[in-house]
């Protein structure tokens, strides 16, 4: 029989094997958050701190991890979430990652800023695909990248909306680590003394279809990965407002998704404006590094508007304990960034399967031992919540008493 482990039991094993592959540069571009990666570690504490409550003597030999997304019935509750670097972690890694997705019947997101083209991922993935939408500063520009979009055939469109500036990202800098990527002393040796990445990813690619390049950015700005943008100041994204979302809404025919939601009125907002959901997200814990967990505020949001609209989530999920538990929280599916990016880099296409069955078999296993069948078993009552966890402040809040401040919030994400 053959061995597909990869030799890697968890998640963890999969990023020890990344962090031996890949350029530190690139491995921390990757694995850190932002700043002191505070935002980081708290996610993985606030999982740490929700417990389980197993029923037991219950018949859970017919279990499913089954879930209907929009519609559509999935064999788990995954979603791959948009990350733009995998094509540069493993060769033609976005198409590898997306086609694991696809043969686990998972949703892929294409991200913006993505190194394969999205009709490419399409053709030679297939599956279900969903597209991250990055606005940009000139509309008319990200409109038609949003036709692209929608004339590729993806059924969904997820905005995000947690970057209205670039990120404090310290570690990089020191890592002499940048996008578009800039060549100097430090990164060339740290380049060099990883010859399983130059050789197998890097030089793959300059020998075959080039250095990468960012495949969605307008033809005004489109660069390889180690050019300066002509114009970056395109790609600048903060005068983002509620307007654009009304807009997008008119646009988009399918599906579509807000991610980085971190208020519930902000979730109500979103409701408002006609988007089908909201990815509660901290970004990984790569953007702004006093940021909550996104497990800790999952509760207020679905309390403020997880009747009128899908709550998704994501953000630290690295068990399928963590996956468990936010669906017990009432979150109906989640979105893994860094676990199958790790897998990706640990062994392309393969390594994104193992990611994947890892969790898959984690989630198993967990439902099977706290007796719960399906996932519409799954509810608060499974869970031992820590200090009032999910009992946040806005909960008592009232819907009038949100609606009453929307148009002061309405103006803008600074307020
Ligand atoms: C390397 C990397 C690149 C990312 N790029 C994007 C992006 O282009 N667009 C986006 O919306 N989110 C991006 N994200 C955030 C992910 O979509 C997701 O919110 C996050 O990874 C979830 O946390 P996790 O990595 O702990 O699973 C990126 C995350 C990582 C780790």
Redo the contacts with the bound molecule.
């Keep these: 029989m053959t061995d597909n482990t990869l030799g890697a039991y968890n998640i963890a094993d999969l990023r020890e094997m990344a962090r031996r592959r890949l350029p530190k540069g690139m491995f921390e571009?990757?694995d850190r958050g932002t700043e002191d990666d505070l935002a980081l570690r708290n996610?993985r504490a606030a999982f740490e701190r929700i417990k389980l409550k197993p029923r037991t003597l219950v018949d859970v030999s017919g279990r499913s991890q089954e879930i209907t997304l929009f519609g559509k019935r999935q064999p788990m509750p995954i979603v791959i979430?948009?990350?733009?670097?995998a094509g540069l972690l493993w060769y033609g890694g976005e198409t590898g990652l997306a086609r694991a997705a696809a043969a686990a019947g998972i949703p892929f997101t294409v991200?913006?800023?993505s190194m394969t083209a999205m009709e490419t991922i399409a053709d030679q993935a297939g599956g279900r695909l969903w597209f991250?939408l990055?606005m940009w500063s000139d509309r008319a520009l990200s409109h038609k990248l949003v036709a692209r979009v929608n004339a590729a055939g993806f059924d969904a469109l997820?905005v995000?909306v947690d970057g209205a500036v670039a990120a404090n990202r310290e570690y990089n800098h020191r890592n002499g680590f940048s996008m578009p990527m800039k060549f100097g002393a430090r990164n060339v040796a740290d380049v060099l003394t990883h010859p399983r990445w130059l050789a197998g990813v890097l030089l793959r690619y300059l020998l075959t279809t080039g250095m990468p390049r960012f495949e969605h950015h307008p033809s005004e700005v489109r660069d390889t990965i180690t050019a300066r943008p002509s114009a970056k100041s395109l790609l600048k994204n903060d005068s983002l407002n509620w307007e654009d979302l009304r807009v997008l809404r008119k646009l988009w025919p399918g599906v579509l998704m807000v991610?980085?939601i971190l208020h519930p009125r902000d979730a109500v907002l979103a409701a408002d404006c006609g988007a089908d959901a909201v990815i509660v997200?901290n970004?990984?814990?790569?953007m702004l590094d006093s940021s909550m967990a996104t497990i800790a505020v999952l509760p207020e949001i679905l309390d403020a508007a997880g009747k009128r609209l899908t709550v998704m989530v994501?953000?630290?999920?690295r068990r399928g304990s963590d996956v468990v538990k936010a669906l017990a929280l009432g979150a109906q599916a989640v979105?893994?960034?860094?676990?199958t990016?790790y897998g990706t880099a640990a062994g392309g296409e393969a390594g994104a399967a193992r990611a994947i069955a890892i969790l898959r078999e984690e989630i198993d296993r967990v439902m099977a031992l706290i007796g719960v069948r399906s996932v519409a078993e799954l509810d608060r009552a499974c869970l031992h919540m820590a200090d009032g966890m999910g009992r946040g402040e806005a909960v008592g809040e009232t819907a009038p008493a949100i609606l009453a401040t929307r148009g002061r919030v309405a103006v803008g994400p600074m307020l």
């Design positions: 571009f990757v996610n979430a948009p990350t733009g670097t991200a913006t800023n991250q990055y997820i995000t991610k980085g997200s970004h990984g814990g790569r994501d953000s630290g999920f979105l893994v960034g860094r676990a990016l």
